[in-house]
């Protein structure tokens, strides 16, 4: 058992990969190494995905680019409201990020969504938007006044929830990442020739497509009352 125990802190472990001698060594980890082969492969593909594109003659492989942007395009606009529009671009690149940081552990390495603090990145990305896009839509005062909404003696829990939704949105995404990744390596142990890859089709590639789809979800829907006004 204590072997297992190791066995698995070992792997759950995001060591430093390198350091950039500048400012006394910065330290890069795992994590931020598999984030820059995502960008790197993300890049390539929008390169040669976009590459030739014509209105009047579309060819099927543009057609099925455009259904599948399209498809995003919808799935967020439907939570953002009409008020968040402008922010589904970035709503969509995210959730094609989480998509691609789950399954990558299918060929090997390690989701950055393992690490707490990519998750945290994201979850005060996602706070900064909410709180920015209310202040866009219904200017300093209007957001502040929000705080003392439907009425002022909610106000200290109104503020405390600033903490409150970023906290879910990390815990909720490491945690489901993590234990994944968890039951994962314990399937490698336990049996590790047929069982790991049926299971891997459903935790490194249906359930880290859902819980990509579910932090952009949730980031929507907090925009979208974020950003509502009384008509």
């Known amino acids: 058992m204590d072997a297992l125990v190791k066995d698995l802190l070992e792997q759950l472990e995001c060591r430093n990969v390198f350091e950039i001698p500048i400012f006394?060594?910065?330290?890069?980890?795992?994590?931020?190494?598999?984030?820059?082969i995502i960008m790197a492969v993300l890049f390539v593909l929008c390169f040669f995905l976009g590459r030739n594109l014509s209105v009047e003659n579309p060819s099927r492989k543009q057609l099925v680019i455009e259904m599948i942007v399209k498809g995003l395009y919808n799935t967020v606009a439907e939570s953002v409201g009409k008020n968040?529009?402008?922010?589904?671009?970035?709503?969509?690149?995210?959730?094609?990020?989480i998509g691609?940081?789950?399954i990558i552990g299918v060929i090997g390495f390690k989701p950055p969504t393992k690490d707490m603090s990519v998750t945290v990145a994201l979850a005060l990305m996602s706070?900064?938007?909410?709180?920015?896009?209310?202040?866009?839509?219904?200017?300093?005062?209007?957001?502040?006044?929000?705080?003392?909404?439907?009425?002022?003696v909610l106000l200290?829990?109104?503020?405390?929830?600033?903490?409150?939704?970023?906290l879910s949105l990390c815990m909720r995404l490491f945690g489901n990442v993590l234990g994944a990744f968890i039951?994962?390596?314990l399937l490698k142990i336990v049996a590790p020739v047929v069982v790991p890859g049926l299971?891997?089709?459903?935790f490194d590639l249906f359930d880290g497509g859902i819980q990509a789809y579910v932090f952009?979800?949730?980031?929507?829907?907090?925009?979208?009352?974020?950003?509502?006004?009384?008509?």
């Open 24 to 36: 006394g060594g910065i330290s890069i980890s795992e994590s931020v190494v598999v984030t820059w």
């Open 84 to 97: 968040g529009v402008r922010y589904i671009f970035y709503l969509m690149t995210v959730m094609i990020y």
């Open 100 to 102: 691609f940081a789950n």
């Open 127 to 152: 706070i900064i938007l909410i709180h920015l896009s209310g202040i866009i839509q219904k200017g300093v005062g209007g957001w502040l006044k929000g705080f003392m909404q439907p009425v002022p």
């Open 156 to 166: 200290p829990l109104n503020i405390l929830e600033i903490f409150i939704k970023p």
């Open 183 to 185: 039951i994962m390596e």
């Open 199 to 202: 299971f891997s089709l459903y």
């Open 216 to 231: 952009v979800f949730l980031t929507s829907l907090f925009i979208a009352e974020e950003t509502e006004t009384e008509e």
